[in-house]
C-alpha cells in the first residue's frame, strides 16, 4: 500500500483457504463487500460491473462518499487465489479519477486466470469412526469432549460420534474431524479442519478469507433447499475472529457459529427439528465450547 498527496494505492494478492467448499463467488463477494463498506459509511456505488484482465474475470466498483471521497476496486479470481487492486482519494476531482483508471489499468496478471489451483481431494472412502463417552456431567447430564489434538472442549448431550477423514492431499493436506450427538429432535455439531500450515491462516486477512469462504458455503447449501441465512453477529476468540448466523430450511432451524485460528478451523452447528430453535439447549451447547488459542 501506498500513501501520496490524499490518495491511497493498493494491491493484494492472496490464497482462500479451502474451509470445505467451493471458492468460485469468493471474488463477487469481495465486491459486494466493498459496496457494504462504503454503504455503511454514508458513501454510494455509482458504478458496479464485471470485467476482465486477459483471461481473468472479476469485478469493478466505483463509489463516491462519504464527503467527497472516491473509491476505485477491482478484483479478480483463479482458482484459490485473489487479485485485489484498490484506489481512494480524498477527491472526487477529474484528475485523481483519471488517476486511478491508470492505476487500475496498470495490472497485469501474467500467469493468466487458467483455473487456478485446485484442491486434490483425498479418497472419499478414507473415513474412520469412532464413538466417545466423556466425562458425564452431573448437573446437566451431558458428556464433556476434550481433545487435545484439535485444541478443543465442548459438551454434548448423549454419546458422542467422531468421523475422521482426510479432506485433501494437495497443494496442502487438510484433516476433517467431525463430532456430533443427537437429543430427541435436535443435532449438535463440532468439525475441525486443519492443522494449516504457517502462512495460511497466520494473518487476520486469510483467516477473515476463510469466514467468508464458509459463510458462501452455508448460504449455497440452504438457500438450494429454499431455505434463508441471517448473520447475527461477530465473535471472537483471544485474537481470532468469528461469526454467528441463524439459518431456516425445510421445516428445520438452526444456529452456526464458526471461527479461524492460525491453525484450524472450526464449525459448531446447532440443528433443530421443530419449528423454533431450542434457545436453551443451544445456547448451552455454545456456552460449553473452549478454544485453545496458543
Given at each position: ?243 454467528e448466523y441463524r439459518f431456516s430450511t425445510g421445516g428445520k432451524s438452526g444456529k452456526v ?38
Open positions: 500500500m501506498v500513501l501520496h498527496d490524499g490518495q491511497t494505492f493498493l494491491v493484494d494478492v492472496f490464497d482462500i483457504p479451502e474451509a470445505g467448499g467451493g471458492s468460485e463467488d469468493f471474488a463477487e463477494m469481495t465486491i459486494t463487500g466493498m459496496a457494504r463498506s462504503v454503504e455503511s459509511l454514508g458513501g454510494r456505488v455509482t458504478s458496479r460491473s464485471t470485467i476482465k484482465n486477459g483471461d481473468c474475470e472479476g469485478g469493478e466498483i466505483i463509489a463516491q462518499g462519504p464527503s467527497r471521497i472516491f473509491t476505485q476496486g477491482r478484483v479478480f479470481q483463479s482458482g484459490q487465489r485473489c487479485f485485489m487492486i484498490l484506489y481512494v482519494s480524498d477527491s472526487v476531482s477529474q484528475e485523481f479519477q483519471a488517476t486511478a483508471q491508470y492505476f487500475l489499468e496498470s495490472l497485469e496478471i501474467s500467469d493468466g486466470c487458467r483455473g487456478g489451483l485446485k484442491p486434490v481431494e483425498a479418497s472419499p472412502s478414507k473415513v474412520t469412526t469412532s464413538l466417545i463417552d466423556g466425562e458425564i456431567d452431573p448437573a446437566t447430564g451431558w458428556r464433556r469432549i476434550s481433545s487435545l489434538q484439535d485444541g478443543l472442549s465442548f459438551s454434548m448431550p448423549n454419546q458422542v460420534s467422531l468421523a475422521e477423514r482426510q479432506l485433501q492431499v494437495k497443494p496442502i493436506a487438510l484433516t476433517s474431524r467431525k463430532y456430533e450427538s443427537t437429543d430427541e429432535a435436535r443435532r449438535y455439531t463440532a468439525i475441525v479442519i486443519g492443522e494449516y500450515p504457517e502462512g495460511i491462516l497466520t494473518s487476520v486477512k486469510g483467516q477473515e478469507a476463510a469466514l467468508d469462504h464458509y459463510f458462501i458455503d452455508l448460504r449455497r447449501e440452504v438457500e438450494g433447499e429454499a431455505g434463508v441465512v441471517t448473520f447475527v453477529r461477530n465473535l471472537s476468540i483471544g485474537r481470532y475472529p468469528g461469526r457459529q464458526v471461527f479461524a485460528t492460525s491453525k484450524r478451523f472450526y464449525r459448531f452447528v446447532f440443528l433443530d427439528g421443530s419449528d423454533q430453535t431450542s434457545s436453551a439447549m443451544a445456547e448451552r451447547f455454545f456456552d460449553s465450547v473452549r478454544i485453545q488459542t496458543r
